[in-house]
């Protein structure tokens, strides 16, 4: 697949279903993630759990691209951690004659003759680590698709797997006593439209087989999103310059606008409250400018300085020649011309000392929250779906006041697992059985100092489980390459049941964390990657490492956390390392508009208290943002 493309799908041939997601996060890298479930075979000791599943990552490296004359090469790694039930390492090699496009390839364990070993924690690889075994236990397979027209294809393939190995299969015992009646596979494929896909097969010499699977491209807006123009009023001409740049900057987007005429110099501030891109947000406020000086002001100003702001807290800035201004939205200069004349920067810290106009006291937010449990013993899925409303009060420059209310009116979360002696996540569950809850009710504070440097105190009822103080400190470094922090938290649980209510007789009085925070931003590749070193909320001390992928605003991550375990008496923690992944999509991509609202959400297990913290309301790191040198060198193109 290309890069950024994403596809999900469904697919069955007796005994096995599955259900599967992939995306090719970088050039060359897909990553494949997908539940294997056992028709028939209960899972073990757990008469409520349903049919057997197994859940695996897959990775595939294209390292070699396809050529005139040369095929394409990539190695795979199928489930190289956990249980490793469906485990292999192979290479393969792809040409496409047209019409035909070939496969061949070599792989271990489930390709090859023997099943491979449980991985528990670990990330094995026998075919670096082991590769004479690797040589020795694998099995070659291979394909042929021919294309009969778009959107039809015939397809042959040899599978070298021998069922009646695969031991550690929990559908060998009762499904494959013997060989498979034909390591011959055919099929049909139909791709009636580029999104979607559909498998009907022949498989193993007795099974019939299907597939489905839609794709599509992340960060690709379902709607294309369009802006219109700013249009003046009649009525508003007569006002003065200010009131109508105040007015023209409303209406488009921002808040907290303050105007200051210094001499020939304009200096404007105004916050943004409508645009995904800060970047984006400047270009649109510098036309807005543009227009109403032009007809009010030319020739007064020789300088303008405009200040975007979040929240009131200064972030970015454009200075620039009035007449450099007026040449590029008279289209006399391109926009690398106007860069070059003007200066864009990130280290601004103050705004005019004025009187703000359209200060947004009170705004809101209401999303559609829905979340997915994973492999509970009380049923593989448990899912709760229903709505998160903040209220959001900001009396001054970088405060909040908020309230949110979560509110499940279907909400399925069981467990029958215990809560561990030392629990500080294990014993979430009477949280999340909650219908009804109030989810945050706190303060937050943010400042800028002189020198980039970035504060946040929060204190309150944080999240849904703790409540406590929350603070944080931040910093932008070589031109904002990295990001450096220091953060902590002092809390104590809530009760469950209770709005306002703290835990009593918990295991611990109070929980205390601090870490030490790295952020690497690569906007080369959209790539940035989170270190967060120090002591968990049960006292655990670690490092959790989360790389995430920006599509045009989609965002997806995955973290690990690594932490010492000898402090939990308990099996299900000892020894366990925190992981999961997360996705998080901008509201514009399917409303045609602008928006600076996301939907998120994650995958990880919910029942384990190694490497955990707190839900922050706000995070500096994110707060910064792409508002550092390294990113705005490649977001000025936004301004147009």
């Given at each position: ?464 489980q703790y409540a406590g103080l929350d603070w944080e400190a931040a910093k932008p470094v070589r031109d904002g390459r990295f990001l450096v922090g220091l953060s902590g938290s ?60 920006n599509f045009n605003g989609v965002v997806l991550s995955a973290w690990y956390g690594i932490s010492g375990t000898a402090m939990f008496p308990d099996s299900y923690n000892a ?66």
């Amino acid at each position: 697949m290309r890069e950024g493309r994403f596809r999900v799908g469904a697919a069955q041939a007796h005994p096995y279903r599955y259900y599967y997601g992939a995306i090719t996060i970088l050039p060359g890298l897909e990553i494949d993630g997908r539940i294997s479930e056992i028709i028939g075979v209960p899972a073990p000791g757990l008469p409520d759990y349903g049919n057997y599943k197994d859940k695996a990552v897959d990775l595939k490296w294209q390292f070699l691209p396809e050529g005139k004359w040369r095929p394409a090469v990539a190695l795979g790694l199928m489930d190289p951690h956990g249980t490793r039930l469906y485990a292999s390492q192979y290479i393969v090699a792809s040409k496409q004659i047209y019409p035909f496009d070939f496969t061949i390839g070599f792989g271990n364990g489930r390709y090859g003759s023997a099943p491979l070993p449980v991985a528990g924690e670990q990330f094995k690889m026998e075919m670096i680590t082991d590769s004479s075994s690797w040589a020795r236990d694998g099995h070659f397979f291979g394909g042929v698709q021919f294309e009969v027209s778009d959107g039809l294809m015939l397809i042959a393939e040899y599978s070298p797997i021998e069922y009646e190995k695969m031991t550690a299969d929990p559908a060998q015992s009762r499904y494959f006593q013997g060989p498979a009646a034909s390591r011959l596979n055919w099929g049909i494929r139909l791709r009636p439209w580029d999104w979607l896909e559909f498998d009907l097969t022949w498989q193993r010499g007795d099974q019939v087989g299907f597939n489905v699977s839609v794709a599509f491209d992340l960060g690709n807006p379902m709607v294309p999103i369009y802006e219109p123009p700013y249009r003046e009023k009649p009525d508003l001409r007569a006002s003065s310059m200010e009131k109508r740049i105040a007015r023209a900057l409303y209406e488009s987007g921002f808040s907290h606008i303050g105007i200051q005429r210094d001499g020939d110099h304009l200096r404007i501030e105004a916050a943004n409250n409508r645009y995904f891109y800060n970047m984006k947000a400047l270009g649109v406020a510098l036309r807005v400018v543009h227009g109403i000086v032009a007809q009010t002001g030319r020739g007064e100003f020789r300088r303008i300085s405009l200040t975007v702001t979040q929240n009131g807290v200064p972030v970015l800035e454009a200075r620039t020649a009035a007449e450099d201004l007026d040449a590029f939205f008279g289209e006399r200069f391109n926009v690398s011309e106007f860069l070059y004349l003007s200066e864009i920067r990130t280290d601004v810290w103050k705004t005019p000392d004025v009187r703000k106009e359209y200060w947004r006291y009170f705004d809101y937010v209401l999303k559609p929250d829905f979340k997915v449990f994973l492999n509970d013993p009380s049923g593989f899925v448990n899912y709760k779906l229903g709505v998160a409303a903040n209220v959001l009060f900001t009396p001054w420059q970088g405060s909040t006041f908020a309230a949110g209310l979560l509110g499940y009116p279907v909400n399925t979360v069981s467990s029958s697992n215990v809560p561990s002696s030392t629990p500080v996540r294990t014993d979430i569950v009477p949280y999340q059985q909650q219908k009804l809850a109030m989810g945050l009710l706190l303060f937050n504070q943010i400042r800028k100092f002189e020198g980039g440097l970035y504060g946040r105190v929060a204190a309150g009822y944080l999240e849904e489980q703790y409540a406590g103080l929350d603070w944080e400190a931040a910093k932008p470094v070589r031109d904002g390459r990295f990001l450096v922090g220091l953060s902590g938290s002092v809390l104590k649980k809530r009760e469950p049941g209770s709005v306002f209510g703290l835990k009593e007789n918990d295991w611990k009085d109070r929980y205390l964390t601090g870490f030490f925070n790295v952020r690497l931003n690569v906007p080369e590749a959209e790539l940035t990657v989170d270190l967060k070193s120090g002591q968990f909320l049960a006292g655990d001390r670690g490092t959790m490492v989360t790389v995430s992928r920006n599509f045009n605003g989609v965002v997806l991550s995955a973290w690990y956390g690594i932490s010492g375990t000898a402090m939990f008496p308990d099996s299900y923690n000892a020894g366990y390392h925190n992981k999961g992944i997360a996705i998080s999509i901008p509201l514009r991509m399917f409303t045609g508009r602008e928006s600076r609202t996301s939907y998120g959400t994650a995958i990880a297990p919910w029942t384990r208290d190694v490497a955990q913290d707190i839900t922050h309301f706000d995070n500096l790191f994110d707060f910064i943002g792409r508002n550092v040198d390294v990113y705005t060198e490649k977001d000025k193109r936004m301004i147009q």
